[in-house]
C-alpha cells in the first residue's frame, strides 16, 4: 500500500490524531502510538477495524501489519466486524459482581433486546461484553458506554442512561 492509499484511508481528522499522539514519542517510536491510531481509526469507521484500514493504520505509522493486527486482535476495546455504534460494557471483576452487575447484565440484554457479544438490530448499540475491570471499584457496579463511566447503577439508572443516547 502507498502513503497515498494509507491517506485516501485514513480520514483527515484520523492523521492529526495519529500526528498528535505520535508527537508525544521520540523519532522512531511511533509505534507507541499504535493503540491512539487504531482507536482513531475504529472511530472513524463506524465502530470496527477492517484489515484494509490496519494496512493503511501500519503504513503510516510505518509499521508491518502483523504488529498491528496483534494489537487489534489483542486488546479487547478494538472490533474487527461490524457492531453497534455505542459499545456498552459492564464490569464484572469482584466488587462489580458483590454489588450486583450480574443483575445489571441481565437487565440491559432485557431493555436492548439483545445478549452481551450481539448489537441491536438498529445498530445503535453494542453490548460489547462483560469487561473483567474498568477500574471504577469504589462506585460499583458501573459500565462504559463510549470511554464514558456510569457508575453507582441501579436498573432505573441504566434505563436513564440508554434513554439519554436514543
Known amino acids: 500500500m502507498s502513503e497515498s492509499t494509507a491517506t485516501s484511508l485514513l480520514s483527515e ?5 495519529i500526528d498528535h499522539w505520535v508527537a508525544k514519542f521520540p523519532d522512531g517510536k511511533q509505534r507507541s502510538a499504535l493503540l ?9 469507521n463506524q ?13 503510516y505509522l510505518s509499521l508491518r501489519p502483523i504488529q498491528v493486527y496483534e494489537v487489534a486482535t489483542f486488546y479487547s476495546m478494538f472490533e474487527t466486524k461490524p457492531v453497534g455504534r455505542l459499545h456498552v460494557s459492564v464490569c464484572t471483576n469482584i466488587a462489580c459482581t458483590l454489588l ?3 443483575k445489571i447484565v441481565a437487565h440491559i440484554e432485557k431493555k436492548l433486546g ?6 441491536t438490530p438498529d445498530g445503535k448499540f453494542f453490548l460489547k461484553c462483560e469487561e473483567e475491570c474498568l477500574a471504577a471499584c469504589n462506585n460499583a457496579p458501573m459500565m462504559m458506554i463510549d470511554h464514558v463511566y456510569y457508575e453507582n447503577l441501579t436498573p432505573e439508572k441504566v434505563d436513564q442512561v440508554l434513554e439519554s443516547l436514543k
Open 13 to 17: 481528522h484520523t492523521r492529526h490524531e
Open 36 to 44: 491512539a491510531a487504531l482507536r482513531a481509526a475504529q472511530h472513524q
Open 47 to 59: 465502530g470496527f477495524l477492517t484489515a484494509p484500514l490496519m494496512d493503511a493504520v501500519a503504513d
Open 100 to 102: 450486583g452487575s450480574d
Open 114 to 119: 439483545i445478549k452481551t457479544g450481539e448489537s
